[in-house]
Structures are given as C-alpha cells and as structure tokens.
C-alpha cells in the first residue's frame, strides 16, 4: 500500500530557551537543533517507519537545506520523485521551546509557496492507495481534493481560512485530524464543532488534547482515550506522528481505539526529544 503525503518540507531551528521573550528585550539560548521537518516531511518518514511504502508531495530549494531533506527523505524510504526543487530557498521554521515543551514558531514558507499540482504530481496523487494533506497553501489543498479523497491535517494556519472556505476539501476528507485548538479556530466552538464538521461532510474527526489523550467521532459512533501525562520534552511534530500512527492502524482495518492508541504510542516517542524525527 503506497500513501502520498502533500504539504511542507523545512529545515527546523529549534531553541530550548528558559522562557519565551518579551518585546524589545533579549534572552539567552540554552541549546539549539537544526534538524529536517516540515508536516509533509514528517508524516511521510513515519509512516515508511511504520511499514508502508510512501512518497511526498512537496518543493525545496536548490540549496544546501534541500539536499540535507532529500538527503533525509530518501534514507526514511520516502519517494522523492515528486519532490519539486524550485529557485527559492528551503523553507524554514524558527521554533523556540521553553521548561514546559510550550512553543512559539516563525515559519519562512520559501518554496513552500512554489508547490504546485501538475500533471506529474496529479498522476501520483490519484495513482496512490491514501493521500495525506498537511500544511500547504489553501490552493493547493483545494486542487488535491479535486482529484481525491484525503486525509486531512490543516493545522492552525489552514484551520484560520475557517468552514466555509476549507468546505470543497472537508467534504472529500475521510479522516479529519486537529487538536483542541485547531478545532475551535476551524468551527468557532469546540463544543459544536464537531457536528458541524460531520455536517460539511468529513467521515471521521480526530481530536488530540495533548496530555488529556485523543477522541474520535463518526456519525454514528465516538470514543475517547485518556492518558498519562508524559512531560513532554518538545512536541514539535507530535501531530504528524500521531497523525501516521493513526493511519498506519486504520488503513490495516484496525478498530478506532486501537488506531488512536497507535497514534498515542507514536507521537510518544517524538515529545520524547528535541525535534519532529
């Protein structure tokens, strides 16, 4: 079974501060990480980990930051025959991380903005056994959704277009995974927020509430698992891992609480440490 993920590829500076800085004021860094990531990136090198062949959906610049992620991408077992190099540099994510695995984040889309769905990159997504959407431009998520049915991750910044704009891919999104947040920045609510989304037409919604565990709701069925509170490290990433745990479960057929179970054990292992990988 071959799953194409579609969004970002950056490189990741990561820095553990002691606390977030005010306004015109400065503070030193305790330690710093300069890994690949980016949702599509992710996604992709954990879900091959999990035992599926997959592919990307994404654009790097031709610079020293985009061999480091094919680099990495090929060496996860991750397809790269997709994986556009435009003339713009490498995206970028400046994330700090304080005591508490809080973060603050400052994304440089770069040639993120360069992605395009051509004739090549439609062929591969419509050719594939499952596509997963993560972190793009809202063009881009509408044209892949005009070609298929996906598996959807928007994050806060497409969950800020809101219901009525991300409606033609919510209705073509089989499973719709968000955290708490990200739920009440899409719908308005977190209380209504899911029957709305049922009601535009997502199958199945995923919601993770970071320590509290992870809840699952179709039209006709919803289950919750709770959790112990791990003390994450950093959860830079945790949502792309525990969105490919879920899936590496749901596309073998497995029952809802074992597929939020396996996303649980995933994301796990990324709060773990610095870095989405």
Not at 111 to 119: D, H, K, P, Q, W
Request: glycine share 12%; aromatic share 8%; net charge negative.
């Amino acid at each position: 079974m071959h799953v194409v993920s579609v969004g970002t590829c950056n490189m990741d500076f990561i820095f553990r501060v002691p606390e977030f800085v005010e306004p015109d004021s400065e503070m030193y860094i305790d330690d710093i990480h300069i890994l690949p990531g980016g949702s599509a990136l992710n996604f992709a090198v954990w879900l091959s980990a999990l035992g599926f062949s997959s592919g990307i959906v994404a654009a790097t610049g031709r610079d020293m930051y985009g061999e480091i992620i094919r680099s990495r991408l090929e060496s996860g077992g991750v397809s790269t025959g997709c994986l556009s190099v435009v003339e713009r540099p490498t995206g970028m994510a400046f994330i700090s991380v304080d005591g508490a695995g809080r973060r603050s984040i400052y994304s440089y889309m770069g040639a993120n903005a360069e992605l395009e769905i051509g004739t090549q990159e439609s062929w591969y997504i419509r050719s594939a056994d499952a596509v997963h959407l993560s972190g793009c431009y809202v063009e881009v998520a509408q044209r892949v959704a005009e070609i298929r049915e996906v598996y959807f991750s928007p994050g806060r910044l497409l969950a800020g277009y809101g219901l009525d704009v991300l409606e033609p891919v919510l209705r073509r999104t089989e499973v719709l995974f968000l955290n708490d947040d990200e739920l009440e920045i899409l719908t308005g609510s977190r209380k209504s927020g899911i029957s709305r989304l049922l009601g535009a037409g997502v199958d199945n919604v995923v919601v993770t509430h970071g320590p509290g565990g992870a809840s699952f709701f179709s039209a006709d069925h919803s289950l919750e698992m709770k959790v112990e509170d791990a003390g994450a490290i950093d959860t830079t990433g945790a949502g792309d891992a525990f969105a490919a745990g879920f899936m590496s479960e749901w596309l073998r057929g497995s029952e809802p609480s074992e597929c939020l179970r396996r996303g649980h054990s995933t994301a796990l292992k990324v709060i773990s440490r610095f870095g989405a990988l």
